[in-house]
């Protein structure tokens, strides 16, 4: 596989993913659904296929307006940063002194091959899970799996139990799996002072992959 394209196109054709996609779509008629259609495979066009190098696994898009936008844990600019991307940059900092943006939008990370997915890839408005049980697990195991099989060494973040959980699977011993709390405040702080950054960048340097330039650039929309 050469494409995220070549990989969507495959799935398309699944019974599963069709009737995933009637089970969205049929919520978008009677509810505001999250991200937006255009929208919902964003992280695979940012972070193209031969380019990956850092996978973080989200759980669901955020419900509120205006914020789900394909890639776990950013918003767009000028939407409020969430709390849990708040804990993220205040542990940016700690780990390897860079600076909270006044945004939360990470595209610049995903441009340099940070693939940042949810688990479930929509949800309707204020309704946190509310497609989990719509086919999403099987799409997210097969993206999974090619990840597993990737012929590059890759890092998975793997932040909370939900994370941790899905990436079972992940079994190829040329990956690095770093597991950590998750983010959010409900974890107490867990989350602080487990360096993802500075371990990451090192594996990367280490097997010949180049680190990952973690400050957030003040850029354009592209998504």
């Known amino acids: 596989m050469n494409e995220w394209s070549d990989f969507l196109e495959k799935e398309q054709q699944e019974e599963y ?59 767009k600019k000028g939407i409020k940063i969430p709390p849990s991307l708040k804990n993220i940059y205040k542990e940016l900092k700690s780990d390897i002194d860079i600076d909270a943006p006044d945004h939360g939008y990470l595209a610049s990370w995903a441009k340099q091959g940070v693939l940042m997915m949810n688990t479930s890839w929509s949800v309707t408005k204020g309704k946190a899970g509310s497609h989990k049980k719509y086919g999403w ?61 500075s371990q990451t960048n090192e594996f990367l340097v280490k097997t010949g992959r180049g680190a990952i330039d973690w400050r957030i650039v003040d850029e354009g929309m592209v998504v």
Not at 27 to 32: G, S
């Open 17 to 75: 993913f069709i009737e995933l996609m009637n089970k969205v779509d049929g919520a978008r008629e009677n509810d505001e659904v999250y991200p937006v259609q255009d929208e919902m495979f964003s992280c695979f066009d940012l972070c193209t296929y031969d380019n990956v190098k850092v996978v973080i696994i989200g759980q669901d898009p955020y419900h509120g307006p205006g914020q789900a936008h394909g890639l776990c844990f950013s918003v």
């Open 137 to 197: 697990a099987t799409f997210t195991k097969h993206v999974l799996d090619v990840l597993n099989d990737y012929d590059k060494p890759l890092v998975f973040l793997l932040w909370g139990n939900h994370a941790q959980e899905v990436a079972k699977g992940i079994d190829n011993p040329n990956h690095l799996l770093l597991k950590a709390p998750h983010p959010s405040p409900l974890a107490r702080g867990g989350f602080f002072g487990t360096k993802p950054f």
